[in-house]
């Protein structure tokens, strides 16, 4: 267990963040479309879906991204995410299904709380999660390959 230690700003007790939009609909103190909660998370539907039934896993003590996730939260994430991409899959009867997870600005995050996307696909949605493939030569990957790592 590596639970995270309360930092400045937030409640010792449950972690939450004040001022933060997805602290208080986790914890339920603002109302919002729950497919389903536990003593960790919420999963709600997202306001402004992509497709239907874009949902939104958000656990409840607050994270700002995946970095600041305790070990024990970033795996109970993804487990909740099968969990209920399977689910969502059977009951909307799409053709497929995206998880998105966006961290920091630059990379599309807009709610600094963090979150799952969970975004059901349906043939000719018109929708799309694309970036355009780049090229590489050997001694530029060998090169960030030794960033990463070194
Ligand atoms: P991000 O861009 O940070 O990865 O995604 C934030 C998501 O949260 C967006 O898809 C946006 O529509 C959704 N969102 C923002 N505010 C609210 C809200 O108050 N309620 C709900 N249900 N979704 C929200
Ligand atoms: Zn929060």
Known sequence: MDRKMPQRGMMEEDMRMDNCIFCKIANGEIPAKTLYEDGQF????????????????????HAANLCELSDAQASDALVLAKKMAAQMMEKL??????????????????VMHF????IPRYHNDGQGIHWRPGTSTPEELEAVRKQIVE
Do not use: W, Y
């Open 42 to 61: 919420r999963v709600i539907l997202d306001l402004a879906p992509a497709t239907k039934g874009h949902a939104l896993i958000l656990p409840k003590d």
């Open 93 to 110: 009867q799409c053709d497929g299904l995206n998880l998105v997870q966006n961290n920091g600005e630059t990379a599309g995050q807009t």
């Open 115 to 118: 979150h799952i996307h969970l």
